[in-house]
């Protein structure tokens, strides 16, 4: 079975600071990633894909099956990212994903 | 379209009651999810639907509760005889193929509490 752990409850960082939020997996074939983000008072949507390989809102995610990892991560931290983030995995067409269980990221001015 | 919505956002109810939340998709997607979310924890599956079709459900999904999607649009979660520990954020989803390639679009959420 697939399971997803996010290590860090909460991440605090200041402003203009790096982050990076990690996310490791289980799952002995070929995952697709994924980012969810939450901010206050709204719904959770798709921040990004890793078989997009690309950049939203500043944030890069890359998938490493050896480390069995995708972390994400941000050069410069803005007060604006503070949310939460969970990890996601979808089997090779599969049909449902699975979450972890979620980082609470704060940024300080 | 404005996206996923869903019906109440709160609901409060005594042990023992039936409950029964719907979701209204994105009118184009042919796949509707539910997760049940608590607190501190990230969502966790309950079932899935492609068109009026349960595809799949989850062991979480006891015989309590029972879901449906009878024209392949909106979709109905019920709880029989309701117990505290139901208590939780129930999220629905749709997407209009998989998720690999599309990701999920989220409703707000019912929140169930359980007294």
């Known amino acids: 079975a697939q399971r997803v752990t996010q290590p860090e409850k909460l991440l605090s960082v200041f402003k203009g600071a790096p982050v990076e939020l990690k996310c490791n997996y289980s799952y002995s074939g070929s995952p697709e990633l994924f980012w969810y983000v939450q901010y206050s008072r709204q719904r959770l949507q798709l921040l990004l894909r890793h078989i997009s390989r690309e950049s939203i809102k500043g944030f890069t995610a890359d998938l490493n099956k050896g480390e069995t990892s995708f972390h994400l991560k941000k050069p410069f931290a803005q007060e604006e990212d503070s949310a939460m983030y969970y990890c996601?995995?979808?089997?090779?067409?599969?049909?449902?994903?699975?979450f972890g269980g979620g980082t609470r990221v704060l940024v300080k001015p | 379209d404005t996206g996923v919505s869903q019906d109440p956002r709160h609901k409060i109810t005594k042990r023992g009651q039936n409950v029964t939340f719907r979701c209204d998709p994105i009118s184009e997607h042919n796949r509707l999810y539910w997760y049940r979310q608590t607190l501190g924890q990230g969502p966790e599956f309950l079932t899935y639907?492609?068109?009026?079709?349960?595809?799949?459900k989850s062991r979480l999904l006891s015989d309590r509760f029972s879901a449906e999607r009878p024209k392949g649009s909106f979709s109905t979660l019920e709880i029989q005889r309701t117990e505290q520990g139901d208590s939780a954020m129930y999220l629905c989803?749709?997407?209009?193929?998989?998720?690999?390639?599309?990701?999920?679009?989220f409703g707000s959420g019912t929140r169930l509490t359980v007294v």
């Open positions: 639907f492609q068109n009026e079709a349960q595809l799949e």
């Open positions: 996601a995995l979808n089997k090779a067409a599969g049909n449902k994903l699975t």
């Open positions: 989803a749709s997407s209009p193929g998989t998720a690999n390639n599309y990701g999920y679009t």
